[in-house]
């Protein structure tokens, strides 16, 4: 389990709101159910991922990374014209992991707010949309790059990679080291754990590969996973 902050969603157009506001589809969600979603700017770029779970056939609870919660709350509020919900941040508390109970997130190559997703983000890029997003719903928020990227076969710049180091004994990798293929930067470290850590490598490096992880002061080989 893992503090999430919620907020809630609810009332007579509740669902229509969401429908329009979120990649999945949250209509075909029994109550009780769940399913993970982006929500994004008109442009298409990430402005969180959440989970979605209806709690009723007009109420919703959205739950997300710890410190974002009032961002998604803000940020559906501002889409709110003439509908007839409410959206409240409803706090945090101890929720399962949405990339799988028990497991690492980075093992899980699970992208975090303000690491691996921020307002430059395509959800391409996150390996997610086959599990975040409904090509079958209907129009929403950020559809048309969506759409338009998985119809060239989700060709993107850059995609969300395992990056496996060989570090010394007591030396660690900090955020931001850059990931070396052929002497040319090729990526940046997005988060750490020990020696395992993810990256956004640009789309000409076939994983797996060979790399150097470099920093001021440090250096480590690493290999670059899918």
Known sequence: MIERDVVRVEGPDALSFLQGQVSQDVAELAVGADALAFILQPQGKVDALVRVTRLAEDAFELD??????????????????????????????????????????IDAAWPAMGKELDEKTIPAETGLVERAVSFTKGCFTGQELVARIDSRGGNVARHLRHVELDLPAG????????????????????????????????????????ATVRWEGGQSPARILP
Request: glycine share 12%; proline share 7%; net charge negative.
């Open 171 to 210: 030396v660690d990798a900090p955020e931001g080291a850059s990931v070396e293929v052929g002497g040319k930067e090729r990526g940046r470290l997005t988060s750490v754990n020990g020696s395992t850590a993810l990256a956004y490598v640009h789309r000409d490096v076939a994983p797996p590969a060979d």
């Open 64 to 105: 997300v990374d710890s410190g974002f919660g009032q961002a998604v709350a803000d940020r559906l509020n501002r889409f709110k014209i003439r509908v007839k919900c409410e959206v409240t941040l409803a706090g945090s508390r101890p929720m399962p992991e949405p990339w799988g109970e028990g497991a690492d997130r």
